[in-house]
């Protein structure tokens, strides 16, 4: 075979591998990594760390040897490569190639146009688990979906967004039946009884949905980013807190970032945090909460939401900022599936009969299913 050394060539027979002194200072390709690199002849590596087994005859077989023996990836163990793996090159050229797939979402083949089909190395699939599954997708609003509810008794699901709009979707056909302006941006919504509170700038909105009667509820300064009923009250979260009327009892300052979501689970209260924990807090005999165990992960935590599985043991569904929803057994925190999507999930609403939402950045709305019914974890 024979080489020109002094131009595109040499570049080639580099990245399928052939020795080189310069070969340990050559970058991967980022744009190869991420599965689209169109260069020809492209001047960095088309494949990762060791490298391949040299051509026959080469002289740095022995050191080749070593490498393979020292498998870094099985340390401490008797596995051993099968065959073929020492010519792994994860080039362009050549033959047959097996492909490691990383946790990460194909951003092409979310966007339908993924040229590498099953050789590409990012996942190809919206979750990973066999404990729920997609049912289907609800198309609609344009910016983060922040708020979706199920009033008791509806056959119509409702959806909140930045876009400055409310979806309502019939639950047996999945279409859009109708699109309401409350007149400003969407912080959040929920649902007590028949009524929908939908937290606006300054104002929080309610809407009996079996009367149609329509109330502004004055009184918050700022968006309102939060809601929740308890004992016969609507307590409202906003930008600026005004505790004339209220007394603090305590504060609780174990996070280091902003704080997310809380949940309530039977005596602890559970909350999550940009600063990429969730903690568990439990009371003392004095009254205080304090911190009984943090979980960590890897980016920081939007939201929570908990339910119960048909064994009645509480699952912790726990999005994130890379774009992932992971779904905990507890108290352990064993990952028993994951979900993947092209922005931030930042809603989670649990529905009848095994049925779940989530609704992320790009607006859309994701209907699931559990293989096992579980049932939802109230405060």
């Excluded at 060791?50 to 498998?71: C, L």
């Excluded at 194909?106 to 997609?134: E, I, T």
């Excluded at 906003?238 to 209220?246: A, E, G, P, R, Y």
Aim: glycine share 12%; proline share 5%.
């Amino acid at each position: 075979m024979d080489l020109d050394m002094n131009g595109g060539n040499k570049r080639v027979f580099q990245r399928l591998g052939g020795a080189s002194s310069k070969d340990s200072n050559q970058k991967v390709c980022f744009h190869w990594r991420a599965g689209r690199c169109n260069r020809y002849p492209c001047p960095f590596l088309h494949r990762e760390s060791p490298p391949p087994a040299p051509f026959p005859g080469s002289s740095s077989s022995t050191n080749n040897k070593r490498v393979a023996d020292d498998d870094s990836g099985f340390a401490g163990s008797s596995h051993r490569r099968g065959p073929g793996s020492g010519n792994n090159t994860w080039g362009r050229f050549g033959g047959n190639r097996t492909v490691t797939k990383t946790e990460k979402l194909c951003k092409f083949w979310a966007d339908g146009n993924c040229p590498y089909g099953d050789k590409c190395k990012y996942l190809h699939c919206w979750s990973q688990g066999d404990s729920f599954s997609l049912l289907t997708q609800l198309d609609g609003h344009q910016k983060v979906v922040t708020g979706i509810a199920l009033p008791s008794g509806s056959d119509k699901l409702y959806t909140a967004s930045k876009d400055e709009t409310l979806r309502i979707w019939d639950c047996a056909s999945g279409q859009c039946t109708g699109v309401l302006n409350p007149g400003g941006e969407v912080g959040c919504m929920i649902s007590e009884g028949p009524w929908l509170f939908v937290g606006m700038p300054n104002l929080v909105k309610a809407w009996n949905i079996q009367t149609n009667v329509d109330l502004s509820l004055t009184g918050p300064v700022g968006q309102v980013y939060s809601l929740v009923v308890g004992t016969d009250l609507l307590f409202a979260g906003t930008q600026v807190w005004s505790l004339d009327n209220l007394q603090c009892v305590q504060t609780l300052t174990e996070h280091t970032s902003v704080v997310m979501s809380l949940i309530c689970w039977d005596q602890f209260l559970l909350s999550c945090s940009l600063d990429n924990t969730v903690k568990i807090w439990a009371a003392t005999q004095g009254g205080n909460l304090e911190v009984t165990y943090t979980h960590k992960e890897e980016y920081g935590v939007l939201a929570l939401c908990g339910v119960h599985d048909a064994q009645a043991k509480p699952v912790l569904l726990c999005s994130c900022n890379d774009n992932s929803l992971h779904l905990y057994d507890l108290p352990s925190f064993t990952e028993r599936g994951k979900i993947l999507a092209k922005q931030e999930i930042r809603s989670i609403q649990i529905g009848p009969g095994g049925i779940f939402f989530t609704g992320d950045g790009t607006g859309q709305v994701k209907v699931w299913k559990w293989s096992t019914q579980p049932t939802a974890i109230h405060p």
